[in-house]
């Protein structure tokens, strides 16, 4: 009934009364209808925003999906709200990266969901492998290489005809395609990057080790080795040396992180500072699907390579 209600004060707003008129007369609230049919779908919840465009991409119109993860928040530090885990509670297919990136995803109840981890037995690389010490495990950013991508998104495809069954053909087809969309991707990613080969990168926090590493080029060193915690001077001034004796001129800073510490870096170095997203924005057209962010990211980083 809210949403109804919503809905007419939407219409009255624009002055289409006559709408308003003929929807009594067929006899109900449209609003009201479409929460109905949206209520019928299988409901998937996943971690971070990629992942939603993935079931799109798979799944079209035959689930409702929900992002948990709101836009600009850190996955790495993110606490659920009462109303997110509501959420959660609805859903028949949970997806989450894995890895220790989105175990608050994960402890939330779901008690009519599966829970697919969609890490597990791909192949990693260790985080921080510059600093051993301070981050260890493998790096959960794997989404990030348009390949690894593929290979989560075939194992998407058993899930989503579990909670879709009559639309199993169109689920197979569309990730078929979409597979070869991504594998693609990788190929265009190493292409692009070829001229740059053996270049270095400094980023805002290892969540492009996969993407640099499917551009064919070394993995990153960070200005927080651990996302959310203020790295030390020391470590701060070893990096500015380690970045002026490479000649990198350029720090990747991120939209969820506060540029300051890329900003100071820069200055040290006498470089500038761009942008990486490891996320995607639904709310901005040129990153609101993962193609697109991987595009975007890797335009990112190649304005970053021609000016270092
Ligand atoms: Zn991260």
Known sequence: MRLCLHAHRQLTAYLVIPSVLLMFLLGGCPAAREAASVADKPVVVVSIYPLADWVREVAGEAV???TLLPPGANPHSFEPTPEIAARAAQASLRLVIGLGLDEWAQSL????ATTLVLSEGLETVPMAADHPGE???PNPHL????VRAAEMVARLVPALVRIAPARREEIERRAEEYQAQLQALGEELAKACQPYAGRRVITMHNAYDYFLLRCGLPTEKVVTPFPGKEPSIQYLQE????ARQQEVRVIFAEPVFSPKLAEVLAREIDGQVLLLDPLGDPQDPARDTYVKLIKWDLQQLLRGLQAG
């Open 64 to 66: 409702e999906v929900y």
């Open 109 to 112: 109840q779901t008690p009519r």
């Open 143 to 146: 989404w990030m290489d348009p």
């Open 239 to 242: 990096l500015a040396a380690w």
């Open 135 to 137: 981050a260890s495990g």
